[in-house]
C-alpha cells in the first residue's frame, strides 16, 4: 500500500469551545496504480481527510503512513513525501503567480534544487503530458482560459514527479468542454503513467466514469469503500447523505419499476445506452 490511515481522528480546535471532530476511526488503504473518487456532502471530512495524505494535517491521534512509515515519525521527510504525494487544491489556477506558464511549472522543481537540465526536462514533459501546447509556454498564465490554467496548475504538481496525484475538486467551475479537458487529462495520467489519482468530486457522472473505487465520506468517517458499480447500488443510502447516483442509474431504476426487464449495476450513458437498445430488441 502507498498510502494508509489507522484509526485516524482529526479535532479541530480541540482545546477549545468551538471544536468539532472532523475524522473518525478512519482506516483507509490506498494502492498503487488505482483511480479513486472520494464523495461525500460538504462537512463530510474530504478535504480534511486528503491533506492528512501527505502531511499537511497531522492526525489529533492515529498513525498516516507512507509506504510503510509514518508521517509523524522524526526521520519523515515530508518535504520529499509533498513531492511524492501530489494535491491540487479547488481552483488550483489561484496558486499560479510567475510570469510565464513556463516558469510557474518550475518553480517546484527549482525548490528541490535540481540541475537545470533536469528541471526543464520535468517541466516540458509534464507541460506536453497534460496538453499545455507550446506556444503558451512562454505566455502569462493569466492570459489563458480556465481549462488551459487548470492544466498548467496540474502539471506543475507533476512536475515533482509525484507517485500519487490528489485533485479537490478539479473540474469546479468550468464549462462542458474544459471540465472534460480535465478529466481527460487524468484518465490519460492514470493509464499511460501509471499515477495513482485521487480525485474529489461532486459529480456522479465523473466519479461512475472514471473512477475503479470510490469512497465515501459522512459525518468524519468512511461509509463506503467499493467499486461504482457496488457504491451505487446503494442509491438509497446515499441520498439520505445527501448524495445522489448518476442519471442514467437513476433513468434505469425507474424503468425497471415499471416493469422493464433492466440490468442493475448500469453507471454510465454507453452503457445504459446499450441496455435500452437490449431491452427494446426482445420487445
Known amino acids: 500500500m502507498i498510502l494508509e490511515f489507522k484509526d485516524v481522528n482529526y479535532i479541530y480546535d480541540p482545546d477549545s469551545t468551538i471544536s468539532s471532530v472532523a475524522l473518525k476511526d478512519i482506516n483507509l488503504s490506498i494502492r498503487e496504480g488505482v483511480f479513486y473518487a472520494l ?3 460538504t462537512g463530510s471530512g ?16 492515529g498513525e498516516v503512513l507512507y509506504k510503510g512509515m509514518s508521517l509523524r515519525d522524526k526521520n519523515a521527510d515530508l518535504k520529499m513525501i509533498r513531492s511524492r504525494v501530489g494535491l491540487v ?15 510557474d511549472v518550475a518553480f517546484g522543481p527549482k525548490n528541490l534544487k535540481l540541475p537545470k537540465d533536469e528541471i526543464d526536462a520535468r517541466v516540458k514533459e509534464a507541460l506536453i503530458l497534460t496538453g499545455v501546447d507550446e506556444s503558451v509556454w512562454q505566455n502569462s498564465p493569466f492570459e489563458l482560459s480556465g481549462g488551459q490554467k487548470r492544466r498548467v496548475a496540474i502539471a506543475g504538481v507533476l512536475a515533482m514527479k509525484p507517485e500519487v496525484l490528489i485533485l479537490d475538486e478539479p473540474t469546479a467551475g468550468l464549462d462542458p468542454g474544459g ?6 487529462v487524468l484518465k490519460r495520467l492514470h493509464s499511460e503513467e501509471k499515477i495513482t489519482i485521487i480525485l474529489v468530486s461532486h459529480s456522479m457522472e465523473d466519479v461512475a466514469g472514471y473512477a475503479d473505487r470510490i469512497i465515501v465520506m459522512n459525518k468524519g468517517h468512511i461509509e463506503y469503500e467499493d467499486s461504482p458499480v ?4 446503494h442509491a438509497e443510502e446515499l441520498k ?10 437513476d433513468v434505469l431504476t425507474r424503468l425497471k419499476s415499471k416493469g422493464w426487464p433492466v440490468k442493475d449495476g448500469i ?5 445504459a445506452a446499450d441496455e435500452i437498445m437490449r431491452v427494446l430488441g426482445k420487445a
Not at 179 to 184: G, K, Q, W
Not at 230 to 233: E, G
Open 89 to 103: 487544491f479547488q481552483y488550483p489556477e489561484h496558486q499560479l503567480f510567475e510570469t510565464t506558464v513556463y516558469d
Open 46 to 61: 474530504k478535504s480534511t481527510l486528503i491533506q492528512h495524505m501527505n502531511g499537511l494535517i497531522q492526525p489529533t491521534s
Open 179 to 184: 471540465r472534460d479537458e480535465i478529466l481527460n
Open 230 to 233: 457496488q457504491i451505487f447500488r
Open 39 to 41: 464523495i461525500g456532502h
Open 240 to 249: 439520505n447523505m445527501g448524495l445522489s447516483v448518476p442519471q442514467v442509474t
Open 267 to 271: 453507471i454510465t450513458v454507453s452503457e
